[in-house]
């Protein structure tokens, strides 16, 4: 009977486990030196025993018993139970997120507000010191439930906007266009729908805040999902 | 920004059952094991990891939680010994190896599993075990081959790499 290359190969798995004849385990030590396949694929698998050690004697329940874990009853019955009380909790944390966000947004916009009264009228004779962020929620336009924030970053080079959005569409590409008191239009950030429609990207323009009259995000064929007014 | 409700859905029904069984048998808590594995959950949902290997993102998660809670539980107003709590936690990581190797093994294919049972863990010869399973002694040897192969890929998967 003639041994083939790949019967010789095959033996690494009775040598790292054992039960090997005398004959074959020095037959295959034999082959070991001269097979650097054979050393490789030794050095990956050498530390196993040390592993399988660990395991409970008999190797725990998956080698003593046929089906399941020791906890398989109580979580078949739990399961979709704990799916749901997992999910309260993630839409619990995200309202309160979404809560602490919309509560600096309306910070920002009273402050805003009542700023534009106070100095609105002596904006030309002494500017006022730019906000460093402004937070503004952009609107879904009809037919869209897409949730976007965006943080307009005053910058030495013009504005940082970064920009946190939910339930969008989740393929194509997506871009940000801000749109100057001038009407000119151009793109501040571009990405990718992510599967999930969750995104949160930072894009830049070099106009200031100031200069920035609205804000739109449009989808690669140009349509408008949710725009903000400055 | 963190996973939406579908994902987190599907991360806990793909990995509870597991993280449940390696919670569980790590700490012999059974009133505690919930609360830890959806705090896991809720760490990934939140960090979002961009990771190709999220079962090992989980697993070293709930290493991490188990070990943290181990240590705030076992805290003493004392002056605790650094010996102790090296001892515990590498007393603890030993625990959670064990655990992952055991659910490694459940997760062979069931004639790969049965070879490892009877040549490591019953120390069979190859022929003793093609007797008791039945097939040809070349047939005991690829599988033996595979079953070392595929346990250390899941172990791999599972961010066991010693």
Redesign the interface.
Same mark, same amino acid.
């Given at each position: 009977m003639t041994t083939g290359s790949d019967?010789r190969?095959?033996?690494?798995?009775?040598y790292?486990?054992?039960?090997?004849?005398d004959e074959?385990h020095s037959a295959f030590s034999e082959h070991l030196r001269t097979c650097g396949r054979c050393q490789a694929?030794l050095g990956?698998?050498s530390?196993?025993?040390?592993?399988?050690d660990?395991?409970?004697?008999?190797?725990?329940?998956?080698?003593t018993s046929a089906v399941g874990?020791?906890?398989?009853p109580r979580?078949r019955a739990?399961?979709e139970e704990?799916?749901v009380?997992?999910?309260d909790?993630? *839409?619990r944390? %995200?309202r309160h997120r979404r809560r602490w966000l919309s509560a600096v947004a309306a910070a920002v916009a009273a402050v805003l507000f009542a700023g534009g009264a106070w100095l609105g009228p002596q904006l030309f004779s002494s500017s006022p010191p730019a906000p460093p962020t402004t937070h503004v929620a952009a609107a879904p336009v009809a037919g869209s439930g897409v949730r976007v924030d965006l943080a307009l970053v005053t910058r030495g080079w013009g504005t940082q906007i970064d920009i946190?959005c939910?339930d969008m569409p989740t393929q194509g590409e997506l871009a940000l266009w801000v749109v100057d008191r001038s009407g000119r239009a151009v793109t501040a950030a571009s990405w990718h729908a992510t599967p999930? *429609?969750?995104? %949160?990207v930072t894009g830049a323009t070099a106009l200031p805040p100031s200069q920035i009259r609205s804000l739109e995000v449009r989808t690669d064929t140009g349509q408008v999902l949710a725009s903000a007014r400055t | 920004m963190p996973l939406d409700e579908d994902a987190v859905a599907a991360i806990y029904r793909e990995h509870g059952p597991m993280l449940r069984r390696v919670v569980w048998r790590a700490t012999s808590d059974a009133n505690r094991v919930d609360d830890i594995v959806q705090e896991v959950i809720l760490r990934v949902w939140r960090q979002a990891p961009d990771t190709d290997n999220l079962r090992a993102y989980l697993i070293t998660t709930a290493r991490h939680l188990i070990v943290d809670q181990h240590r705030a539980a076992g805290r003493r107003p004392q002056q605790a010994q650094l010996v102790d709590i090296a001892e515990r936690d590498s007393a603890l990581d030993r625990a959670l190896d064990q655990v992952l190797v055991e659910e490694a093994l459940g997760r062979l294919q069931s004639n790969h599993r049965e070879i490892v049972r009877c040549l490591y863990y019953e120390r069979l010869t190859v022929a003793e075990t093609a007797e008791r399973v039945g097939v040809p002694e070349g047939t005991v040897k690829s599988r033996a081959y595979y079953a070392v192969r595929n346990l250390r890929a899941v172990l791999d998967e599972m961010g066991v790499t010693r």
């Open positions: 019967e190969h095959v033996m690494l798995g009775a790292v486990l054992g039960g090997l004849s074959e694929e990956q698998v530390g196993l025993p040390r592993l399988l660990l395991a409970a004697p008999e190797g725990g329940p998956f080698l874990g020791d906890a398989a979580e739990t399961k704990n799916v009380r997992l999910l909790e993630v *839409g944390r %995200r946190d939910e999930g *429609g969750y995104s %949160r | -």
